[in-house]
Every structure is written in structure tokens, then in C-alpha cells.
């Protein structure tokens, strides 16, 4: 079973732009990899922010972006809200099939 | 405005058979994949699996042999079985289409003796 990581914490200054990243122990993430992120605040279900590496939801605020970066999968988000603080989480998936892996997370403070 | 519901138990012992049902009211029930994900306790996400209206299913490689995942789409629900289920399956369970970013409430279910 691959490894997906990304960063255990970050912070981020309100008005800031930060990069969340996700990568695989299989080497660089590709668009065969389907990435979805996710956003998830304290009790509450996660929601779809991204699905197929860079395509919104319509609830996706503009401020954030998808992409692939140096071999990974990278959220940015650009002018950081108080309301954007929470745990994001990348999705991945392998072997051309829908086997998917997701990442550890990255809880993500606005301070 | 679609809305998945989530029933099924919240507490059972180890050995016991994990059963919890999806109710998806409000729209299209095919052409999407239906996925069911857990989080234990302060961790993170785990997904299990998933089906669509076809009944074509995937599984987590971890948990295959364990997990069933089934489609009902007269009642337009899908339902997740785990048997042998210990206390590291203790987890808030979510159905969800991730695609469209529905989502059930969440069950919490606990393995306890």
C-alpha cells in the first residue's frame, strides 16, 4: 500500500499565502493520480474542495488553488481567512484503478 | 439538494458484524461512485470503499476480506458490512460522493466489550 504525506501542521499569517503539498512513496504525483483535497473543520464532515487535481467545487472559495508542484500535489491558498483554519487532506489514487490512499493530513492554524 | 442519511449501530463487541446503511435522497443515484470513509478518534481519514448503481465495487486492500459493500437502487441506498470488527475499527463513519461532495452526518460506532 503506497504512503501518501503531507505536512503534520502549518501556520499561516491571516492575509498570507501558504502551500499545503502531498506526496506519494512512489515517486512523483502525477494527473493519473486523481487528487481530490479536502477540507475538514472541528465535528464536522469533510467537504470537496478539489476533485482531479485543480477543478472547484462551486462552494470553493477563490482564494484557493490546485496543482501539481515539484512532483507533488499542492493546495495554495492565497489571502488566508480566519474561517479557512482547519484540517486539509489530500486523496490519491494508484494503479490506474480506483484504489485510492489518503494522506495524513495537515491541520492548518491562521494566526 | 441532495441529502445522504446515515442508521446503522453505534456500538458493538469484538467479533461482531459492522452494518450501517446510506440513504441518498434527492437526486441522481447513478453515475456516480458511492464511497464509504472512517475516521478514528483525533485521526485521520481511512477510506474503505466504494460502489456505484452498477454494483461495481472497490475496496481498501487493507480491509478486503472484511468489508462488503452492497447497492440497493430501487431504495437508492448502499450499505457497508465489516465483520471480525476489533477496537481499531472504532471510527466515525461517513458515506459520501466525493465527486460531488455529498456527505452523510457521520455515525460514530465503537467496538467495546
Known amino acids: 500500500q503506497a504512503v501518501v504525506t503531507q505536512e503534520p501542521s502549518l501556520t499561516v499569517s491571516p492575509g498570507g499565502t501558504v502551500t499545503l503539498t502531498c506526496g506519494t512513496s512512489?515517486?512523483?504525483?502525477?494527473?493519473?493520480?486523481?487528487v481530490y483535497w479536502f477540507q475538514q473543520k472541528p465535528g464536522q464532515a469533510p467537504r470537496t474542495l478539489f476533485y482531479?487535481?485543480?477543478n472547484k467545487h462551486s462552494w470553493t472559495p477563490a482564494r484557493f488553488s490546485g496543482s501539481l508542484l515539484g512532483g507533488k500535489a499542492a493546495l495554495t491558498l492565497s489571502g488566508a481567512q480566519p474561517e479557512d483554519e482547519a484540517d486539509y487532506y489530500c486523496l490519491l489514487s494508484y494503479t490506474g484503478a480506483r484504489n485510492w490512499v489518503f494522506g495524513g493530513g495537515t491541520k492548518l492554524t491562521v494566526l | 439538494q441532495v441529502q445522504l442519511q446515515q442508521r446503522g449501530a453505534g456500538l458493538l463487541k469484538p467479533s461482531e458484524t459492522l452494518s450501517l446503511t446510506c440513504a441518498v435522497d434527492?437526486?441522481?443515484?447513478?453515475?456516480?461512485?458511492w464511497s464509504w470513509i472512517r475516521q478514528p478518534p483525533g485521526k485521520g481519514l481511512e477510506w474503505i470503499g466504494e460502489i456505484n448503481h452498477s454494483g461495481d465495487t472497490n475496496y481498501n486492500p487493507s480491509l478486503k476480506g472484511r468489508v462488503t459493500i452492497s447497492v440497493d437502487t430501487s431504495r437508492t441506498q448502499f450499505s457497508l458490512n465489516l465483520n471480525s470488527v476489533t477496537a481499531a475499527d472504532t471510527a466515525v463513519y461517513y458515506c459520501?460522493?466525493?465527486?460531488?461532495?455529498?456527505w452523510g452526518q457521520g455515525t460514530l460506532v465503537t467496538v467495546s466489550s
Open positions: 434527492g437526486g441522481s443515484f447513478s453515475g456516480y461512485y
Open positions: 482531479d487535481t485543480r
Open positions: 459520501a460522493s466525493v465527486d460531488e461532495d455529498y
Open positions: 512512489t515517486g512523483a504525483v502525477t494527473p493519473g493520480h486523481y
